[in-house]
């Protein structure tokens, strides 16, 4: 796969032997561990609920009180941290919360090899790394491909919500999406991602990263764009 670049870099140190040995004694049997195979959701969550994909979730209360301000949705949090996975797990067992699956793996593979196509509701990424430096950018996990397939995953009025203080980066990400509506190889000549600006009751948002950007009083850019179909 020549266009895959891996957009993290996964530093933290040794976890301790306890919560290694928690994660290995409940992670499998709460969540879904990463397979190169299609995720029957109505299988996973035992209902037809709308399906929430949130990418980087991190380590913070933000996806708890989401999915349980949610219930009416079906959440499923993609991370490679593993301390925020970790974190995550224990409220998920504290609250018995039943509408979050957690997958710890490349949200890249994640999303083509498991994520049926047309099956998402909302994907949802709040402050994706932005890599400001110029010689990094080319690690930014929302360029076009990844934007295609993110496409191809969107239910019909599907939406792609981006939260981002990094203006050179939210720059980036809605000039890669109006390429893709220009591009007539993979869109076949329609405007398919069309930018919206709702406030979804869904969220509130709280994570880490908004809360650092506040403090530090910077701009941050709302990024919403819907999946209309144009063709029948
Ligand atoms: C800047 S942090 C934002 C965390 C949180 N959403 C917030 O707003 O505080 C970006 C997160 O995305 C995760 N991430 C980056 N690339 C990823 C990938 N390819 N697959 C899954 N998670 C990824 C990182 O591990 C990190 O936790």
Same mark, same amino acid.
């Given at each position: 796969?020549?266009?895959? =670049?891996?957009?993290?870099?996964?530093?933290?140190?040794?976890?301790? +032997?306890?919560?290694?040995?928690?994660? $290995?004694?409940?992670?499998?049997?709460?969540?879904?561990?990463?397979?190169?195979?299609?995720?029957?959701?109505? +299988? *996973? %969550?035992?209902?037809?609920?709308?399906?929430?994909?949130?990418?980087?979730?991190? *380590? !913070?209360?933000? /996806?708890?009180?989401?999915?349980? $301000?949610?219930?009416?949705?079906?959440?499923?949090?993609? #991370?490679?941290?593993?301390?925020?996975?970790?974190?995550?797990?224990?409220?998920?067992?504290?609250?018995? /919360?039943?509408?979050?699956?957690? &997958?710890?793996?490349?949200?890249? %593979?994640?999303?083509?090899?498991?994520?049926?196509?047309?099956? =998402?509701?909302? =994907?949802?990424?709040?402050?994706? !790394?932005?890599?400001?430096?110029?010689?990094?950018?080319?690690?930014?996990?929302?360029?076009?491909? %990844?934007?295609?397939?993110?496409?191809? +995953?969107?239910?019909?009025?599907?939406?792609?919500? &981006?939260?981002?203080?990094? $203006? @050179?980066? +939210?720059?980036?990400? /809605?000039?890669?999406? #109006? !390429?893709?509506?220009?591009?007539?190889? %993979?869109?076949?000549?329609?405007?398919?991602?069309?930018?919206?600006? #709702? @406030?979804?009751?869904?969220?509130?948002? $709280?994570?880490?990263?908004?809360?650092?950007?506040?403090?530090?009083?910077? *701009?941050?850019?709302?990024?919403?764009?819907?999946?209309?179909?144009?063709?029948?």
């Amino acid at each position: 796969m020549n266009f895959y =670049i891996k957009s993290f870099s996964c530093r933290f140190r040794k976890l301790k +032997k306890s919560k290694q040995i928690f994660f $290995n004694k409940y992670f499998n049997f709460f969540n879904i561990n990463y397979k190169n195979k299609l995720i029957n959701f109505n +299988k *996973i %969550f035992n209902n037809q609920l709308p399906i929430v994909i949130d990418i980087g979730f991190g *380590i !913070d209360n933000n /996806i708890i009180n989401i999915v349980m $301000n949610n219930i009416k949705y079906n959440f499923i949090g993609i #991370e490679v941290y593993l301390p925020g996975i970790i974190k995550c797990l224990k409220k998920i067992i504290k609250y018995k /919360i039943k509408n979050l699956k957690l &997958i710890y793996y490349d949200v890249f %593979f994640v999303l083509k090899n498991m994520i049926p196509n047309c099956s =998402i509701k909302i =994907i949802q990424l709040f402050f994706p !790394d932005p890599w400001p430096k110029v010689k990094h950018q080319k690690r930014r996990l929302l360029k076009k491909n %990844f934007l295609k397939i993110i496409y191809s +995953k969107l239910t019909d009025n599907g939406i792609l919500y &981006i939260v981002t203080d990094c $203006n @050179n980066y +939210k720059k980036d990400i /809605i000039s890669n999406i #109006e !390429d893709l509506n220009k591009s007539c190889f %993979f869109f076949k000549k329609s405007n398919c991602y069309k930018n919206i600006y #709702e @406030n979804f009751d869904l969220i509130s948002l $709280n994570t880490n990263f908004f809360n650092k950007a506040k403090k530090e009083n910077k *701009i941050i850019y709302h990024i919403e764009y819907k999946k209309i179909k144009l063709f029948k």
